[in-house]
Structures are given as structure tokens and as C-alpha cells.
């Protein structure tokens, strides 16, 4: 069974969930992952160190819920813009700095399981219900699930926006997205690339790649160890390290903060948006697990 318990952090209300040597922090507001960690090991999701819990704002860090858009509002599909009915339209979508109702918890030996969902969005977008289960067993499993309440289709872009803690973004890879297709947004949102063999990182790194295959892995050699991410209802993975430049622009993210992480979101986005009909749901899942890395004997 699990220890949860209540706590702050900074104004939010959270969550600790604690089970075996596994640690969560939650936030309700957005019901937002905010740390993951199993063990003594570096935590497996990386939360700033300058992050914030101010009510109202996405902490930097931990699985911000990117929805019913992804990005800049004015890069999703027409369809998805002709639907919101409101003057402002913040990066990341609507609900990444809204309290989260907690539904229920599912406590067992086997593992613990809570289920939020999103309050009702304004008036602004059509009638829709997200929820989100996270579940802690020997692996973190997460499942987003948007359902059509309305009569007429119901068009929307997503992202489980990542932030994965590594030793060293420059000695880090990941494997998996070999023969890709993808978008390097830091160079043109037009041009078409694809990946060959594995991604290293060398500079600031915001890439959209097609059709990604269920699972991804980061090597890490500093902490010696890989994260392996298994999906399913994502037609998109976005990477993202802002570098130095970046990095000294962005809100709560210290100097050398962009060293010791990896976003890899999770997603549905541009032509990979979704089309919900009436009455019909979707679920984007994601399980994150850590694996030791072979040490290859000399
Ligand atoms: O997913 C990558 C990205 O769109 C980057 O371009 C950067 O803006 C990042 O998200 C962080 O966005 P945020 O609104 O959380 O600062």
C-alpha cells in the first residue's frame, strides 16, 4: 500500500504519494506532475530548481498537461483555432494552471492509481471532458483521456510536456526515432527533415517528429542509466532543450539548468492533431520506466 499525503509546494496544494522507494509529487492545480524519483537515484523527472508553485502558472518542470492545444496557439491547425472563442489563448492550451478535481484513488500492493479531472472549461471552447489517470507501480503510467461532449466534431492538439532529469544533455542520446520524419522549429516550421540513427544534442534542440514508434529511450551514460518510454495514442514526440541562450530567457530555469534536462513530450500536434466525433474519446498513454545501463567492462 501507499503512503499520500498532503503538502505544499509554494502555493499549490499537492500530493506526496510515496510507495516501495518510489516518490510523486503531484500538484492539484493542473494536476500537474511535479517529481518523480525511485530511490537514492537522481530523480527521473526533473523539476527546475527555481521552479515556482504560484497559483495560476505551470511550474517549470515536472509533466505540465498541454491541452486543447499544443505550443502557440497561432501554429495549431485552423480547425483548432476556429473553435476557441476567447481573446486569450496562452501557450500550451487552457488547463495547465487550473485546479484539477481528485476523482479517487486505487490503492493496492500491486500499485496506487489517482484520477483527476479538469474542470469545465469556459464557454469559449466546446463541451469537452479531460481526465487524467497516473498510476505508480514499478513504473510511472499516465493516460490523458479527452472525450467529445458536444454535437459537433471536436478538434484538439495535446502534449504530456516531459521534463526528463539527465546527467548531461551533451553525453545523453536517444534512440528510437531512426528514419522519422520531422520539423526543426528553432530553423523553419516548413522544412521537412528526417532522423537518421540516433539524436544527440549539441544546441538548442525543438523538433517535432511524425509517427514516432511506442518506444523511446534516453541513454544516459553520466547517471548510467536509460529511461525508457513506452506509448500509445501519440502520433507526435516533440524534443526539446532550450541550451544556453534559451535557457537564460526562460521563466524559473536557472543558467546551467538546461544541462540536466530532457523534454520529450508526448503528444498529438499539427497534422497529428486530433478529430473526436460526438460522444467519442481518445487516450494518449505514456509509461516511464528506468533501466541500469550495461556497464560495458573494458
Ligand atoms: O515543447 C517545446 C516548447 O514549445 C518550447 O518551444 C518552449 O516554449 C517550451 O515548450 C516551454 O514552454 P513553456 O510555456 O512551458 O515555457
Redesign the pocket.
Known amino acids: 500500500m501507499a503512503s499520500i499525503q498532503e503538502t505544499q509546494y509554494g502555493e499549490l496544494a499537492c500530493l506526496e504519494i510515496t510507495l516501495g522507494e518510489a516518490k510523486l509529487l503531484m500538484a492539484r492545480q493542473g494536476a500537474q506532475v511535479l517529481s518523480y524519483s525511485r530511490g537514492e537515484e537522481p530523480p527521473i523527472i526533473w523539476l527546475s530548481p527555481t521552479a515556482q508553485g504560484r497559483a495560476g502558472r505551470?511550474v517549470?518542470g515536472g509533466i505540465?498537461v498541454?491541452w486543447p492545444w499544443?505550443?502557440?496557439f497561432e501554429r495549431n491547425p485552423k480547425q483548432i483555432q476556429g473553435q476557441y472563442l476567447g481573446t486569450d489563448a496562452?501557450?500550451?492550451g487552457l488547463v495547465?494552471g487550473v485546479e484539477w478535481h481528485l476523482e479517487g484513488i486505487e490503492d493496492s500492493d500491486a500499485g496506487v492509481t489517482l484520477g483527476f479531472t479538469a474542470p469545465p472549461l469556459s464557454a469559449d471552447w466546446p463541451a469537452a471532458a479531460l481526465e487524467l489517470r497516473v498510476r505508480l507501480d514499478d513504473r510511472l503510467h499516465i493516460e490523458l483521456r479527452s472525450e467529445n461532449r458536444g454535437a459537433q466534431p471536436l478538434y484538439l492538439s495535446q502534449?504530456l510536456?516531459s521534463y526528463y532529469q539527465v546527467g548531461d544533455i551533451r553525453q545523453a542520446r536517444v534512440e528510437g526515432l531512426d528514419g522519422c520524419h520531422y520539423l526543426n522549429?528553432v530553423a523553419s516550421w516548413d522544412e521537412q527533415h528526417r532522423q537518421s540513427g540516433q539524436l544527440t544534442f549539441n544546441a538548442e534542440t525543438?523538433r517535432i517528429y511524425r509517427d514516432p514508434p511506442e518506444r523511446l529511450s534516453i541513454v544516459d551514460p553520466v547517471l548510467a542509466r536509460r529511461i525508457l518510454l513506452t506509448s500509445a495514442g501519440a502520433g507526435s514526440a516533440?524534443l526539446?532543450n532550450?541550451w544556453v541562450d534559451?535557457a537564460a530567457r526562460?521563466?524559473d530555469f536557472p543558467a546551467d539548468g538546461w544541462q540536466q534536462m530532457l523534454?520529450i513530450?508526448t503528444a498529438n500536434v499539427l497534422e497529428r492533431r486530433l478529430a473526436l466525433a460526438p460522444g467519442r474519446s481518445h487516450s494518449l498513454r505514456l509509461a516511464i520506466e528506468v533501466q541500469p545501463l550495461a556497464v560495458i567492462s573494458r
Open positions: 505551470s517549470r505540465p498541454c499544443f505550443g502557440i496562452p501557450q500550451h495547465r502534449a510536456h522549429t525543438d516533440v526539446w532550450p534559451k526562460l521563466s523534454c513530450e
